[in-house]
């Protein structure tokens, strides 16, 4: 009995690891860079990479690479141009910064561009910083593409996903700026240059929504009288938690980008993609809410789709491997007629763009 007993502790004992560490990894904060090929041959206009999963897909898509230097390079990538069985050759349609060199380690990057909205696409912008709980929080600020560039009229806020950054909302900026549209593009708590939670771990967007909500407030003292809010990823559910709340300014419309609908489904994905059976990761939210105080009830989007009053235009892709496609698509059939317009790429996590371009630039 007593071999039982002491069987049993050490079994609760690591399941309660597992599901600490498992808790761990959803609410850490990371925002490290990672090149995991390397670069084969770059000759002639086109760039010769290992063919894998993300190397020999269509679409557009951004090559970063480590430079002797220690700065980063970049290059935007166009379609495959040729390979064998081991390699693929894409055209290099635009080299931003340094020179794609044989050997060099690099990265495929879905958000295509770095540096400034400036810098990567030619679009003025101002720095910024938003007045929030924890403090000032970086943004960028584009005014219109209208004659004067005005600030006034809707916004477009621009809100990033996990551990992610400004630079994710790049993609949108050309199709905002060309609809007249000001952009404020927000960094928020635990970001690069802006101030950390408490306790130096990621909520999940339990507590990060409040800098969507003085976000909003900042671009009423601007002089934004309504705004549009377009998140991506963790940033969906930022954005549909801050509606909810009653933002300061009516919300004219609503872009979801590869959203989380329902943090438990997206975890039980995760967790089986690392093995976990689904009671490991049921123990592995309570640890979390326990941890943050947040409850994941409260992000299961889709039982608050029959009162969304706000138009929505909703992306998801049929590939993504990070959050669970079906709250999203349970949200976009639970809510009111005619209120959510829904765009499906064959792509992976929030990359429609990538895959599609044309397709993601409709109003």
Request: net charge neutral.
């Amino acid at each position: 009995m007593a071999a039982a007993v002491a069987l049993a502790v050490l079994a609760c004992a690591a399941l309660g690891g597992i599901g600490w560490y498992f808790s761990d990894v959803a609410t850490e904060v990371a925002h490290g860079d990672d090149y995991p090929i390397t670069i084969v041959d770059a000759a002639n206009g086109t760039v010769t990479l290992p063919r894998n999963a993300h190397t020999a897909r269509p679409g557009t898509w951004g090559l970063v690479w480590k430079e002797r230097s220690g700065r980063d390079g970049r290059a935007v990538l166009g379609r495959v141009t040729g390979g064998d069985a081991r390699t693929v050759v894409r055209q290099v349609t635009a080299v931003p910064q340094g020179t794609p060199v044989k050997g060099a380690r690099a990265s495929i990057d879905h958000w295509v561009y770095g540096g400034d909205p400036k810098s990567a696409l030619g679009i003025d912008f101002e720095n910024v910083a938003y007045p929030s709980k924890l403090g000032p929080m970086p943004a960028w600020l584009l005014p219109a593409a209208a004659p004067g560039g005005g600030l006034s009229g809707t916004w477009v806020i621009g809100v990033h996903g996990h551990n992610s950054d400004k630079a994710e909302t790049f993609r949108a900026m050309r199709t905002v700026h060309g609809l007249g549209l000001p952009m404020l593009s927000i960094a928020y708590r635990n970001d690069v240059g802006a101030p950390a939670s408490p306790d130096g771990k990621n909520h999940l967007g339990d507590t990060e929504w409040n800098d969507v909500a003085s976000a909003i407030a900042y671009a009423r003292t601007r002089g934004a009288t309504g705004v549009v809010l377009y998140g991506w990823s963790m940033g969906g559910a930022m954005v549909m938690t801050a509606l909810r709340h009653g933002p300061p300014l009516p919300v004219r419309g609503v872009v979801l980008d590869s959203p989380v609908m329902d943090w438990d489904a997206t975890l039980h994905k995760q967790g089986a993609a690392r093995g976990l059976p689904g009671f490991v990761v049921d123990v592995a939210e309570q640890v979390l809410e326990r941890r943050t105080g947040m409850d994941l009830d409260d992000y299961d989007q889709p039982r608050y789709a029959p009162r969304l009053k706000t138009p929505t235009l909703l992306f998801t892709t049929t590939d993504d491997s990070t959050v669970a496609n079906g709250p999203a698509l349970a949200f976009a059939k639970a809510a009111p007629p005619g209120m959510v317009a829904h765009l499906s790429a064959r792509a992976d996590h929030t990359e429609a763009w990538n895959a599609d371009p044309r397709s993601t630039r409709r109003p």
